[in-house]
């Protein structure tokens, strides 16, 4: 089971790091050649469509994973029953799209929203194959076809903006990645569906799904509601510049994150039955996620300003202070991805759904707060929040597992503190080079910030550095065998 978690946690982040890298470069040169402005009226648009998708994909898809047995009359049934989900959602926004553009006076909106929304029906089919890739976690597959799928529709879209298209070279990209995503998925997972839609079978992971879908859709709703706020009390620039510096920190968390939730979930289900074994699991992934994410949220912290300009010029430098604070929020991911899935695996779903309505009613409390003074207090209180989040996702192990947030702190810290120190050496040694060349400037604070975490790691004897080293010499000696 270790050398199982180990290789589909190794296809799952290259397969979101292959992608997000893609797609990292994509809008790298999409900013070069889109405004602010632009950005912020289609990622207004990706708040809606990610609410849509959130209803159709979430709770069902989960269930298919941590279900004890599962065969090919439960998937075909999920798949039937998202599309039709999928039908009734894009109804309700093809209706919606003139009081959406009306509501944020912006024209353009209401086609976009209905073109947008196509995406739902190879959506739906797509959660179904991935649910059938992380049952067998076989990532391989699904690598390989989030990188086409990310690269054919990155050149679409900046073919589209080159030419002229504008905001629509973004629509493109995203229609274009899921079609490509879902046929080239058919030619890498043998499951195929059936024209089967079983009631019975639906019904039977109706219990444990409709709190996931609930919690799902809580979470997305409350997530982008800070988009949607900004939009409408702020301007789609100020939207745009937010948008753009939550992509950075979100690349990394994310990338880590989807493979703790895609490889511990159906690795956890498989050891629900003994505690002890799932409390170390956890453990482990709680440990080795924070010490390998949290100095790159450091180090993304510290350097924001120079990697900015660099990569995306001076008229982005206002999404600056909002990269910084979306580092602090994102650092807390693994964390709770890792408690959320250990109360999954245990078949507590009611538990996850008292999880995010306690979650969110603290953060509506917050939220009403930061609108009184500015959108940087706004979206700061949203980074403590999650903080705060971090003893609400682990209160329920501490009985379920015996794995509380007491003792994930602990092992926690050693990471936190040693990432904070290099982040504040890291953006000592910028103040110090001044105005040199910003390529070399960059190259050398990563440098820096590398050397300072790994020597730190070194002299403390820090356990989840012994862990991955001492892991890396054996898989090297057994290769070398």
């Not at 019975?200 to 799904?209: L, T």
């Not at 620039?237 to 968390?253: H, S, V, Y």
């Not at 947030?405 to 050496?425: E, F, I, N, T, Y």
């Amino acid at each position: 089971m270790k050398q199982k978690i180990i290789k589909g946690m190794l296809w799952k982040i290259l397969e979101s790091g292959g992608a997000q890298g893609v797609q990292f470069v994509v809008t790298v040169i999409l900013a070069r050649l889109l405004t602010p402005a632009e950005y912020g009226v289609v990622g207004l648009i990706m708040i809606f469509i990610t609410i849509a998708n959130a209803l159709v994909q979430n709770g069902f898809s989960t269930a298919l994973v941590q279900r004890s047995q599962a065969d090919e009359t439960d998937f075909s049934s999920v798949c039937c029953f998202e599309l039709l989900l999928s039908a009734a959602v894009y109804a309700l926004l093809y209706l919606a799209a003139p009081y959406i553009a009306g509501y944020y006076r912006i024209e353009i909106l209401e086609e976009i929203v209905r073109v947008m929304g196509i995406v739902l029906f190879p959506g739906a089919v797509i959660s179904v194959q991935t649910a059938y890739v992380s049952r067998k976690m076989e990532f391989r597959g699904l690598f390989l076809s989030t990188l086409f799928a990310s690269a054919v529709s990155g050149v679409f879209s900046i073919w589209m903006a080159a030419a002229g298209y504008g905001v629509w070279a973004m629509v493109g990209q995203q229609i274009s990645y899921y079609v490509l995503l879902m046929i080239s998925l058919f030619a890498a997972v043998p499951w195929r569906p059936r024209p089967v839609c079983s009631p019975a079978r639906i019904g039977s992971m109706f219990s444990f799904g409709w709190k996931l879908l609930c919690a799902g859709l809580i979470d997305t709703v409350f997530t982008n509601l800070y988009g949607l706020i900004i939009g409408k009390l702020y301007n789609e620039e100020q939207l745009g510049a937010f948008n753009r510096g939550e992509q950075f920190p979100k690349l990394i968390a994310s990338n880590l994150g989807a493979a703790i939730q895609a490889v511990l979930l159906p690795a956890f289900s498989s050891r629900q039955s003994d505690t002890a074994a799932v409390r170390r699991m956890v453990r482990r992934a709680v440990r080795l996620s924070s010490f390998v994410v949290m100095p790159m949220l450091a180090g993304l912290f510290a350097v924001a300003d120079t990697l900015v300009f660099l990569l995306l010029g001076e008229q982005w430098m206002v999404c600056v202070p909002f990269l910084r604070i979306m580092c602090v929020y994102y650092c807390f991911w693994p964390i709770h991805i890792t408690n959320l899935q250990a109360v999954n695996a245990m078949g507590r779903s009611d538990i996850f759904l008292k999880l995010e309505i306690i979650k969110k009613a603290t953060c509506m409390l917050l939220l009403l707060i930061g609108l009184r003074y500015s959108v940087y207090v706004m979206v700061a209180l949203r980074a403590f929040h999650d903080f705060l989040c971090t003893f609400i996702d682990a209160a329920p192990n501490r009985k379920l597992i015996g794995y509380g947030a007491a003792r994930q702190w602990k092992d926690v810290l050693p990471s936190l503190g040693l990432s904070a120190a290099m982040c504040a050496a890291v953006m000592a040694a910028g103040a110090w080079m001044g105005e040199m060349n910003i390529l070399l400037k960059l190259f050398l604070q990563v440098l820096a910030g590398a050397v300072f975490y790994i020597l730190g790691a070194w002299l403390f004897q820090m356990e989840s550095f012994r862990y991955l080293l001492n892991t890396a010499l054996r898989t090297s000696a057994v290769k070398a065998e």
